[in-house]
């Protein structure tokens, strides 16, 4: 039987949605690269390995949002390690109302990772479905009515799917609106509310697991995709960036994008309780108060940025109350750097989407006594943004270095616990750069950082700036790699 036919179920009267018992994965690479790719890594030899050339690298991969997004198809065997701080989007209407860790970045990462296939496909039309967003320019009463017809099964947008997979998706949608029909008093908006992030949202709240609910979206779409939360957390997870001129700036939006609504903490929290009734699934503690659907696009970045007033020194996590906290690092994220042989820092937002994944306890001497780990990767921005206003790329190497060398933790006491210092080649061994980059970079002064860099051709983006694809990235990292393990010189003798 071919695998790549999907047989529909026969013989039930009204029933347009096919069965799931064969479901149509791609069995062959899409993008002739890749298969050029692959089949020279069949060719190479990896000591301490059989040498019978089916091998490819384990690579951790630090990302965050769509940065990270664009180039997530460059690596076969990766580890994508995500922050849960993002507060945008639907994921900021979410916290607001349900609370819970952001799973936004997460669920991007995820739907990216679904694996090709044609929109009239099953795969497709889970796809579409995991993808699509509510309408924003509508009343509340219209979106309301489309997420009606979307949770009671009704919409266009179910066509194609399995039944199992449907009636599973809609179970936990269901249990989503549940949620959100006990905090009525919160008045959810489900304009711009993005049906994969409800339904994530929904299974985490149900298993009181993120991992549980990134297995099950998994599952159901047939992806192969390892994604680790950076914390593993039931409860809204808080960042804060203290600048050089000693202010403070409080979530990721008001950090890397904030937008033209009320800015204070005291705002914020005088507009949510005034109106507002208690509820008795309303936690007692709370959390810091969220902005109200955030209304934010990538066409809003594209306008450009306003500088912040001073350069960013810090990134912590708070809690509640705005105090510092010190989270524990998801396990499974301090393993995988001890066994994998390469780290790569993805493009993307340096301080809300990097450093919140290195901002953590054990992180650093992970990553500088692993074992394992042959080649540390940092991929340079084309541009700098707002985070980085100014950065030269020593100043990007320095600041990994800096978050890494902090030590997340009371000090300790005696001179038996001196910290380790670690130097910058303890975290970052090559740094990859797009020609035409207007971020200055000056090659001798990385170099004797320990950090040799690599030049790559990118693309352009509709900002004429150089961008990273997947192919470009998946070309630099094998040649790093290549060089680290001496995988064309090597034999199974040697």
């Keep these: 039987m071919d695998s790549g036919l999907l047989h529909p179920r ?29 089949q020279l890594k069949t060719t190479q030899v990896k000591p301490g390995n059989d040498s019978n050339g089916d091998y490819s ?4 991969v630090i990302s965050g949002g769509s940065g990270g997004n664009s180039i997530c198809s460059a690596f076969d065997n990766a580890c994508f390690v995500l922050p849960v701080s993002d507060d945008g989007g639907s994921s900021s209407e979410i916290i607001r109302v349900l609370g819970g860790p952001s799973i936004g970045d997460i669920r991007s990462r995820l739907v990216r990772l679904i694996p090709r296939a044609p929109p009239s496909s099953p795969l497709g039309a889970l796809h579409t479905l995991l993808s699509y967003r509510l309408p924003v ?4 009463r219209e979106a309301r009515t489309e997420w009606r017809d979307i949770v009671e099964g009704n919409s266009h947008l179910w066509t194609g799917i399995p039944n199992d997979r449907k009636e599973t998706i809609r179970g936990f949608l269901v249990y989503f609106e549940g949620e959100v029909l006990k905090r009525a008093h919160k008045n959810f908006s489900f304009l711009n509310g993005s049906i994969g992030n409800y339904f994530l949202s929904g299974a985490q709240m149900f298993f009181r697991s993120l991992p549980s609910a990134i297995f099950l979206f998994a599952s159901i779409t047939n992806s192969q995709a390892n994604i680790l939360p950076v914390i593993i957390t039931n409860h809204t997870v808080t960042i804060a960036a203290e600048l050089e001129n000693g202010s403070r ?21 005088d507009e949510q309780i005034t109106g507002s009734i208690c509820s008795p699934v309303d936690d007692m503690g709370g959390t810091i108060p969220h902005r109200s659907n955030v209304m934010y696009s990538q066409a809003d970045k594209d306008l450009g940025y306003e500088p912040l007033k001073s350069r960013i020194c810090r990134l912590y996590y708070i809690n509640a109350y705005g105090h510092e906290v010190h989270p524990t690092p998801n396990p499974e994220y301090i393993k995988h750097l001890s066994t994998s042989e390469a780290l790569v820092y993805s493009c993307g937002s340096l301080w809300t989407s990097i450093v919140p994944c290195l901002a953590l306890r054990c992180v ?42 902090t030590h997340y933790q009371k000090p300790p006491y005696g001179l038996g616990n001196v ?12 740094l990859v750069y797009l020609e035409g980059t207007s971020v200055v970079l000056d090659e001798n002064e990385l170099t ?47």
């Design 10 to 38: 026969s013989g039930v009267q009204g029933d347009d949605s096919p069965s799931s018992s064969v479901f149509d994965l791609p069995v062959q690479p899409s993008n002739p690269q890749t298969a050029v790719t692959a």
């Design 57 to 60: 690298p384990q690579i951790v």
């Design 137 to 140: 320019n509508v009343s509340e």
């Design 249 to 269: 700036l409080v979530g990721q939006c008001e950090i890397s994008h904030p937008l033209n609504q009320p800015s204070s903490f005291e705002e914020d929290l």
């Design 364 to 405: 650093a001497s992970a990553i500088a006594r692993s074992n394992c780990l042959r080649a540390k990767i940092f991929l340079l921005n084309g541009m700098n943004d707002r985070e980085t206003d100014g950065y030269t790329a020593v100043d990007y190497v320095r600041t990994i270095a800096t978050i890494l060398n």
């Design 419 to 430: 910290q380790t210092i670690f130097p910058i080649s303890a975290f970052v061994t090559h």
């Design 448 to 494: 004797n950082l320990g950090v040799m860099c690599v030049k790559v051709r990118g693309v352009n983006g509709v900002d004429q700036h150089p961008r990273y694809d997947s192919n470009v990235v998946r070309q630099a990292v094998d040649q790093i790699l290549d060089q680290s393990f001496g995988l064309w010189t090597l034999t199974p003798d040697q």
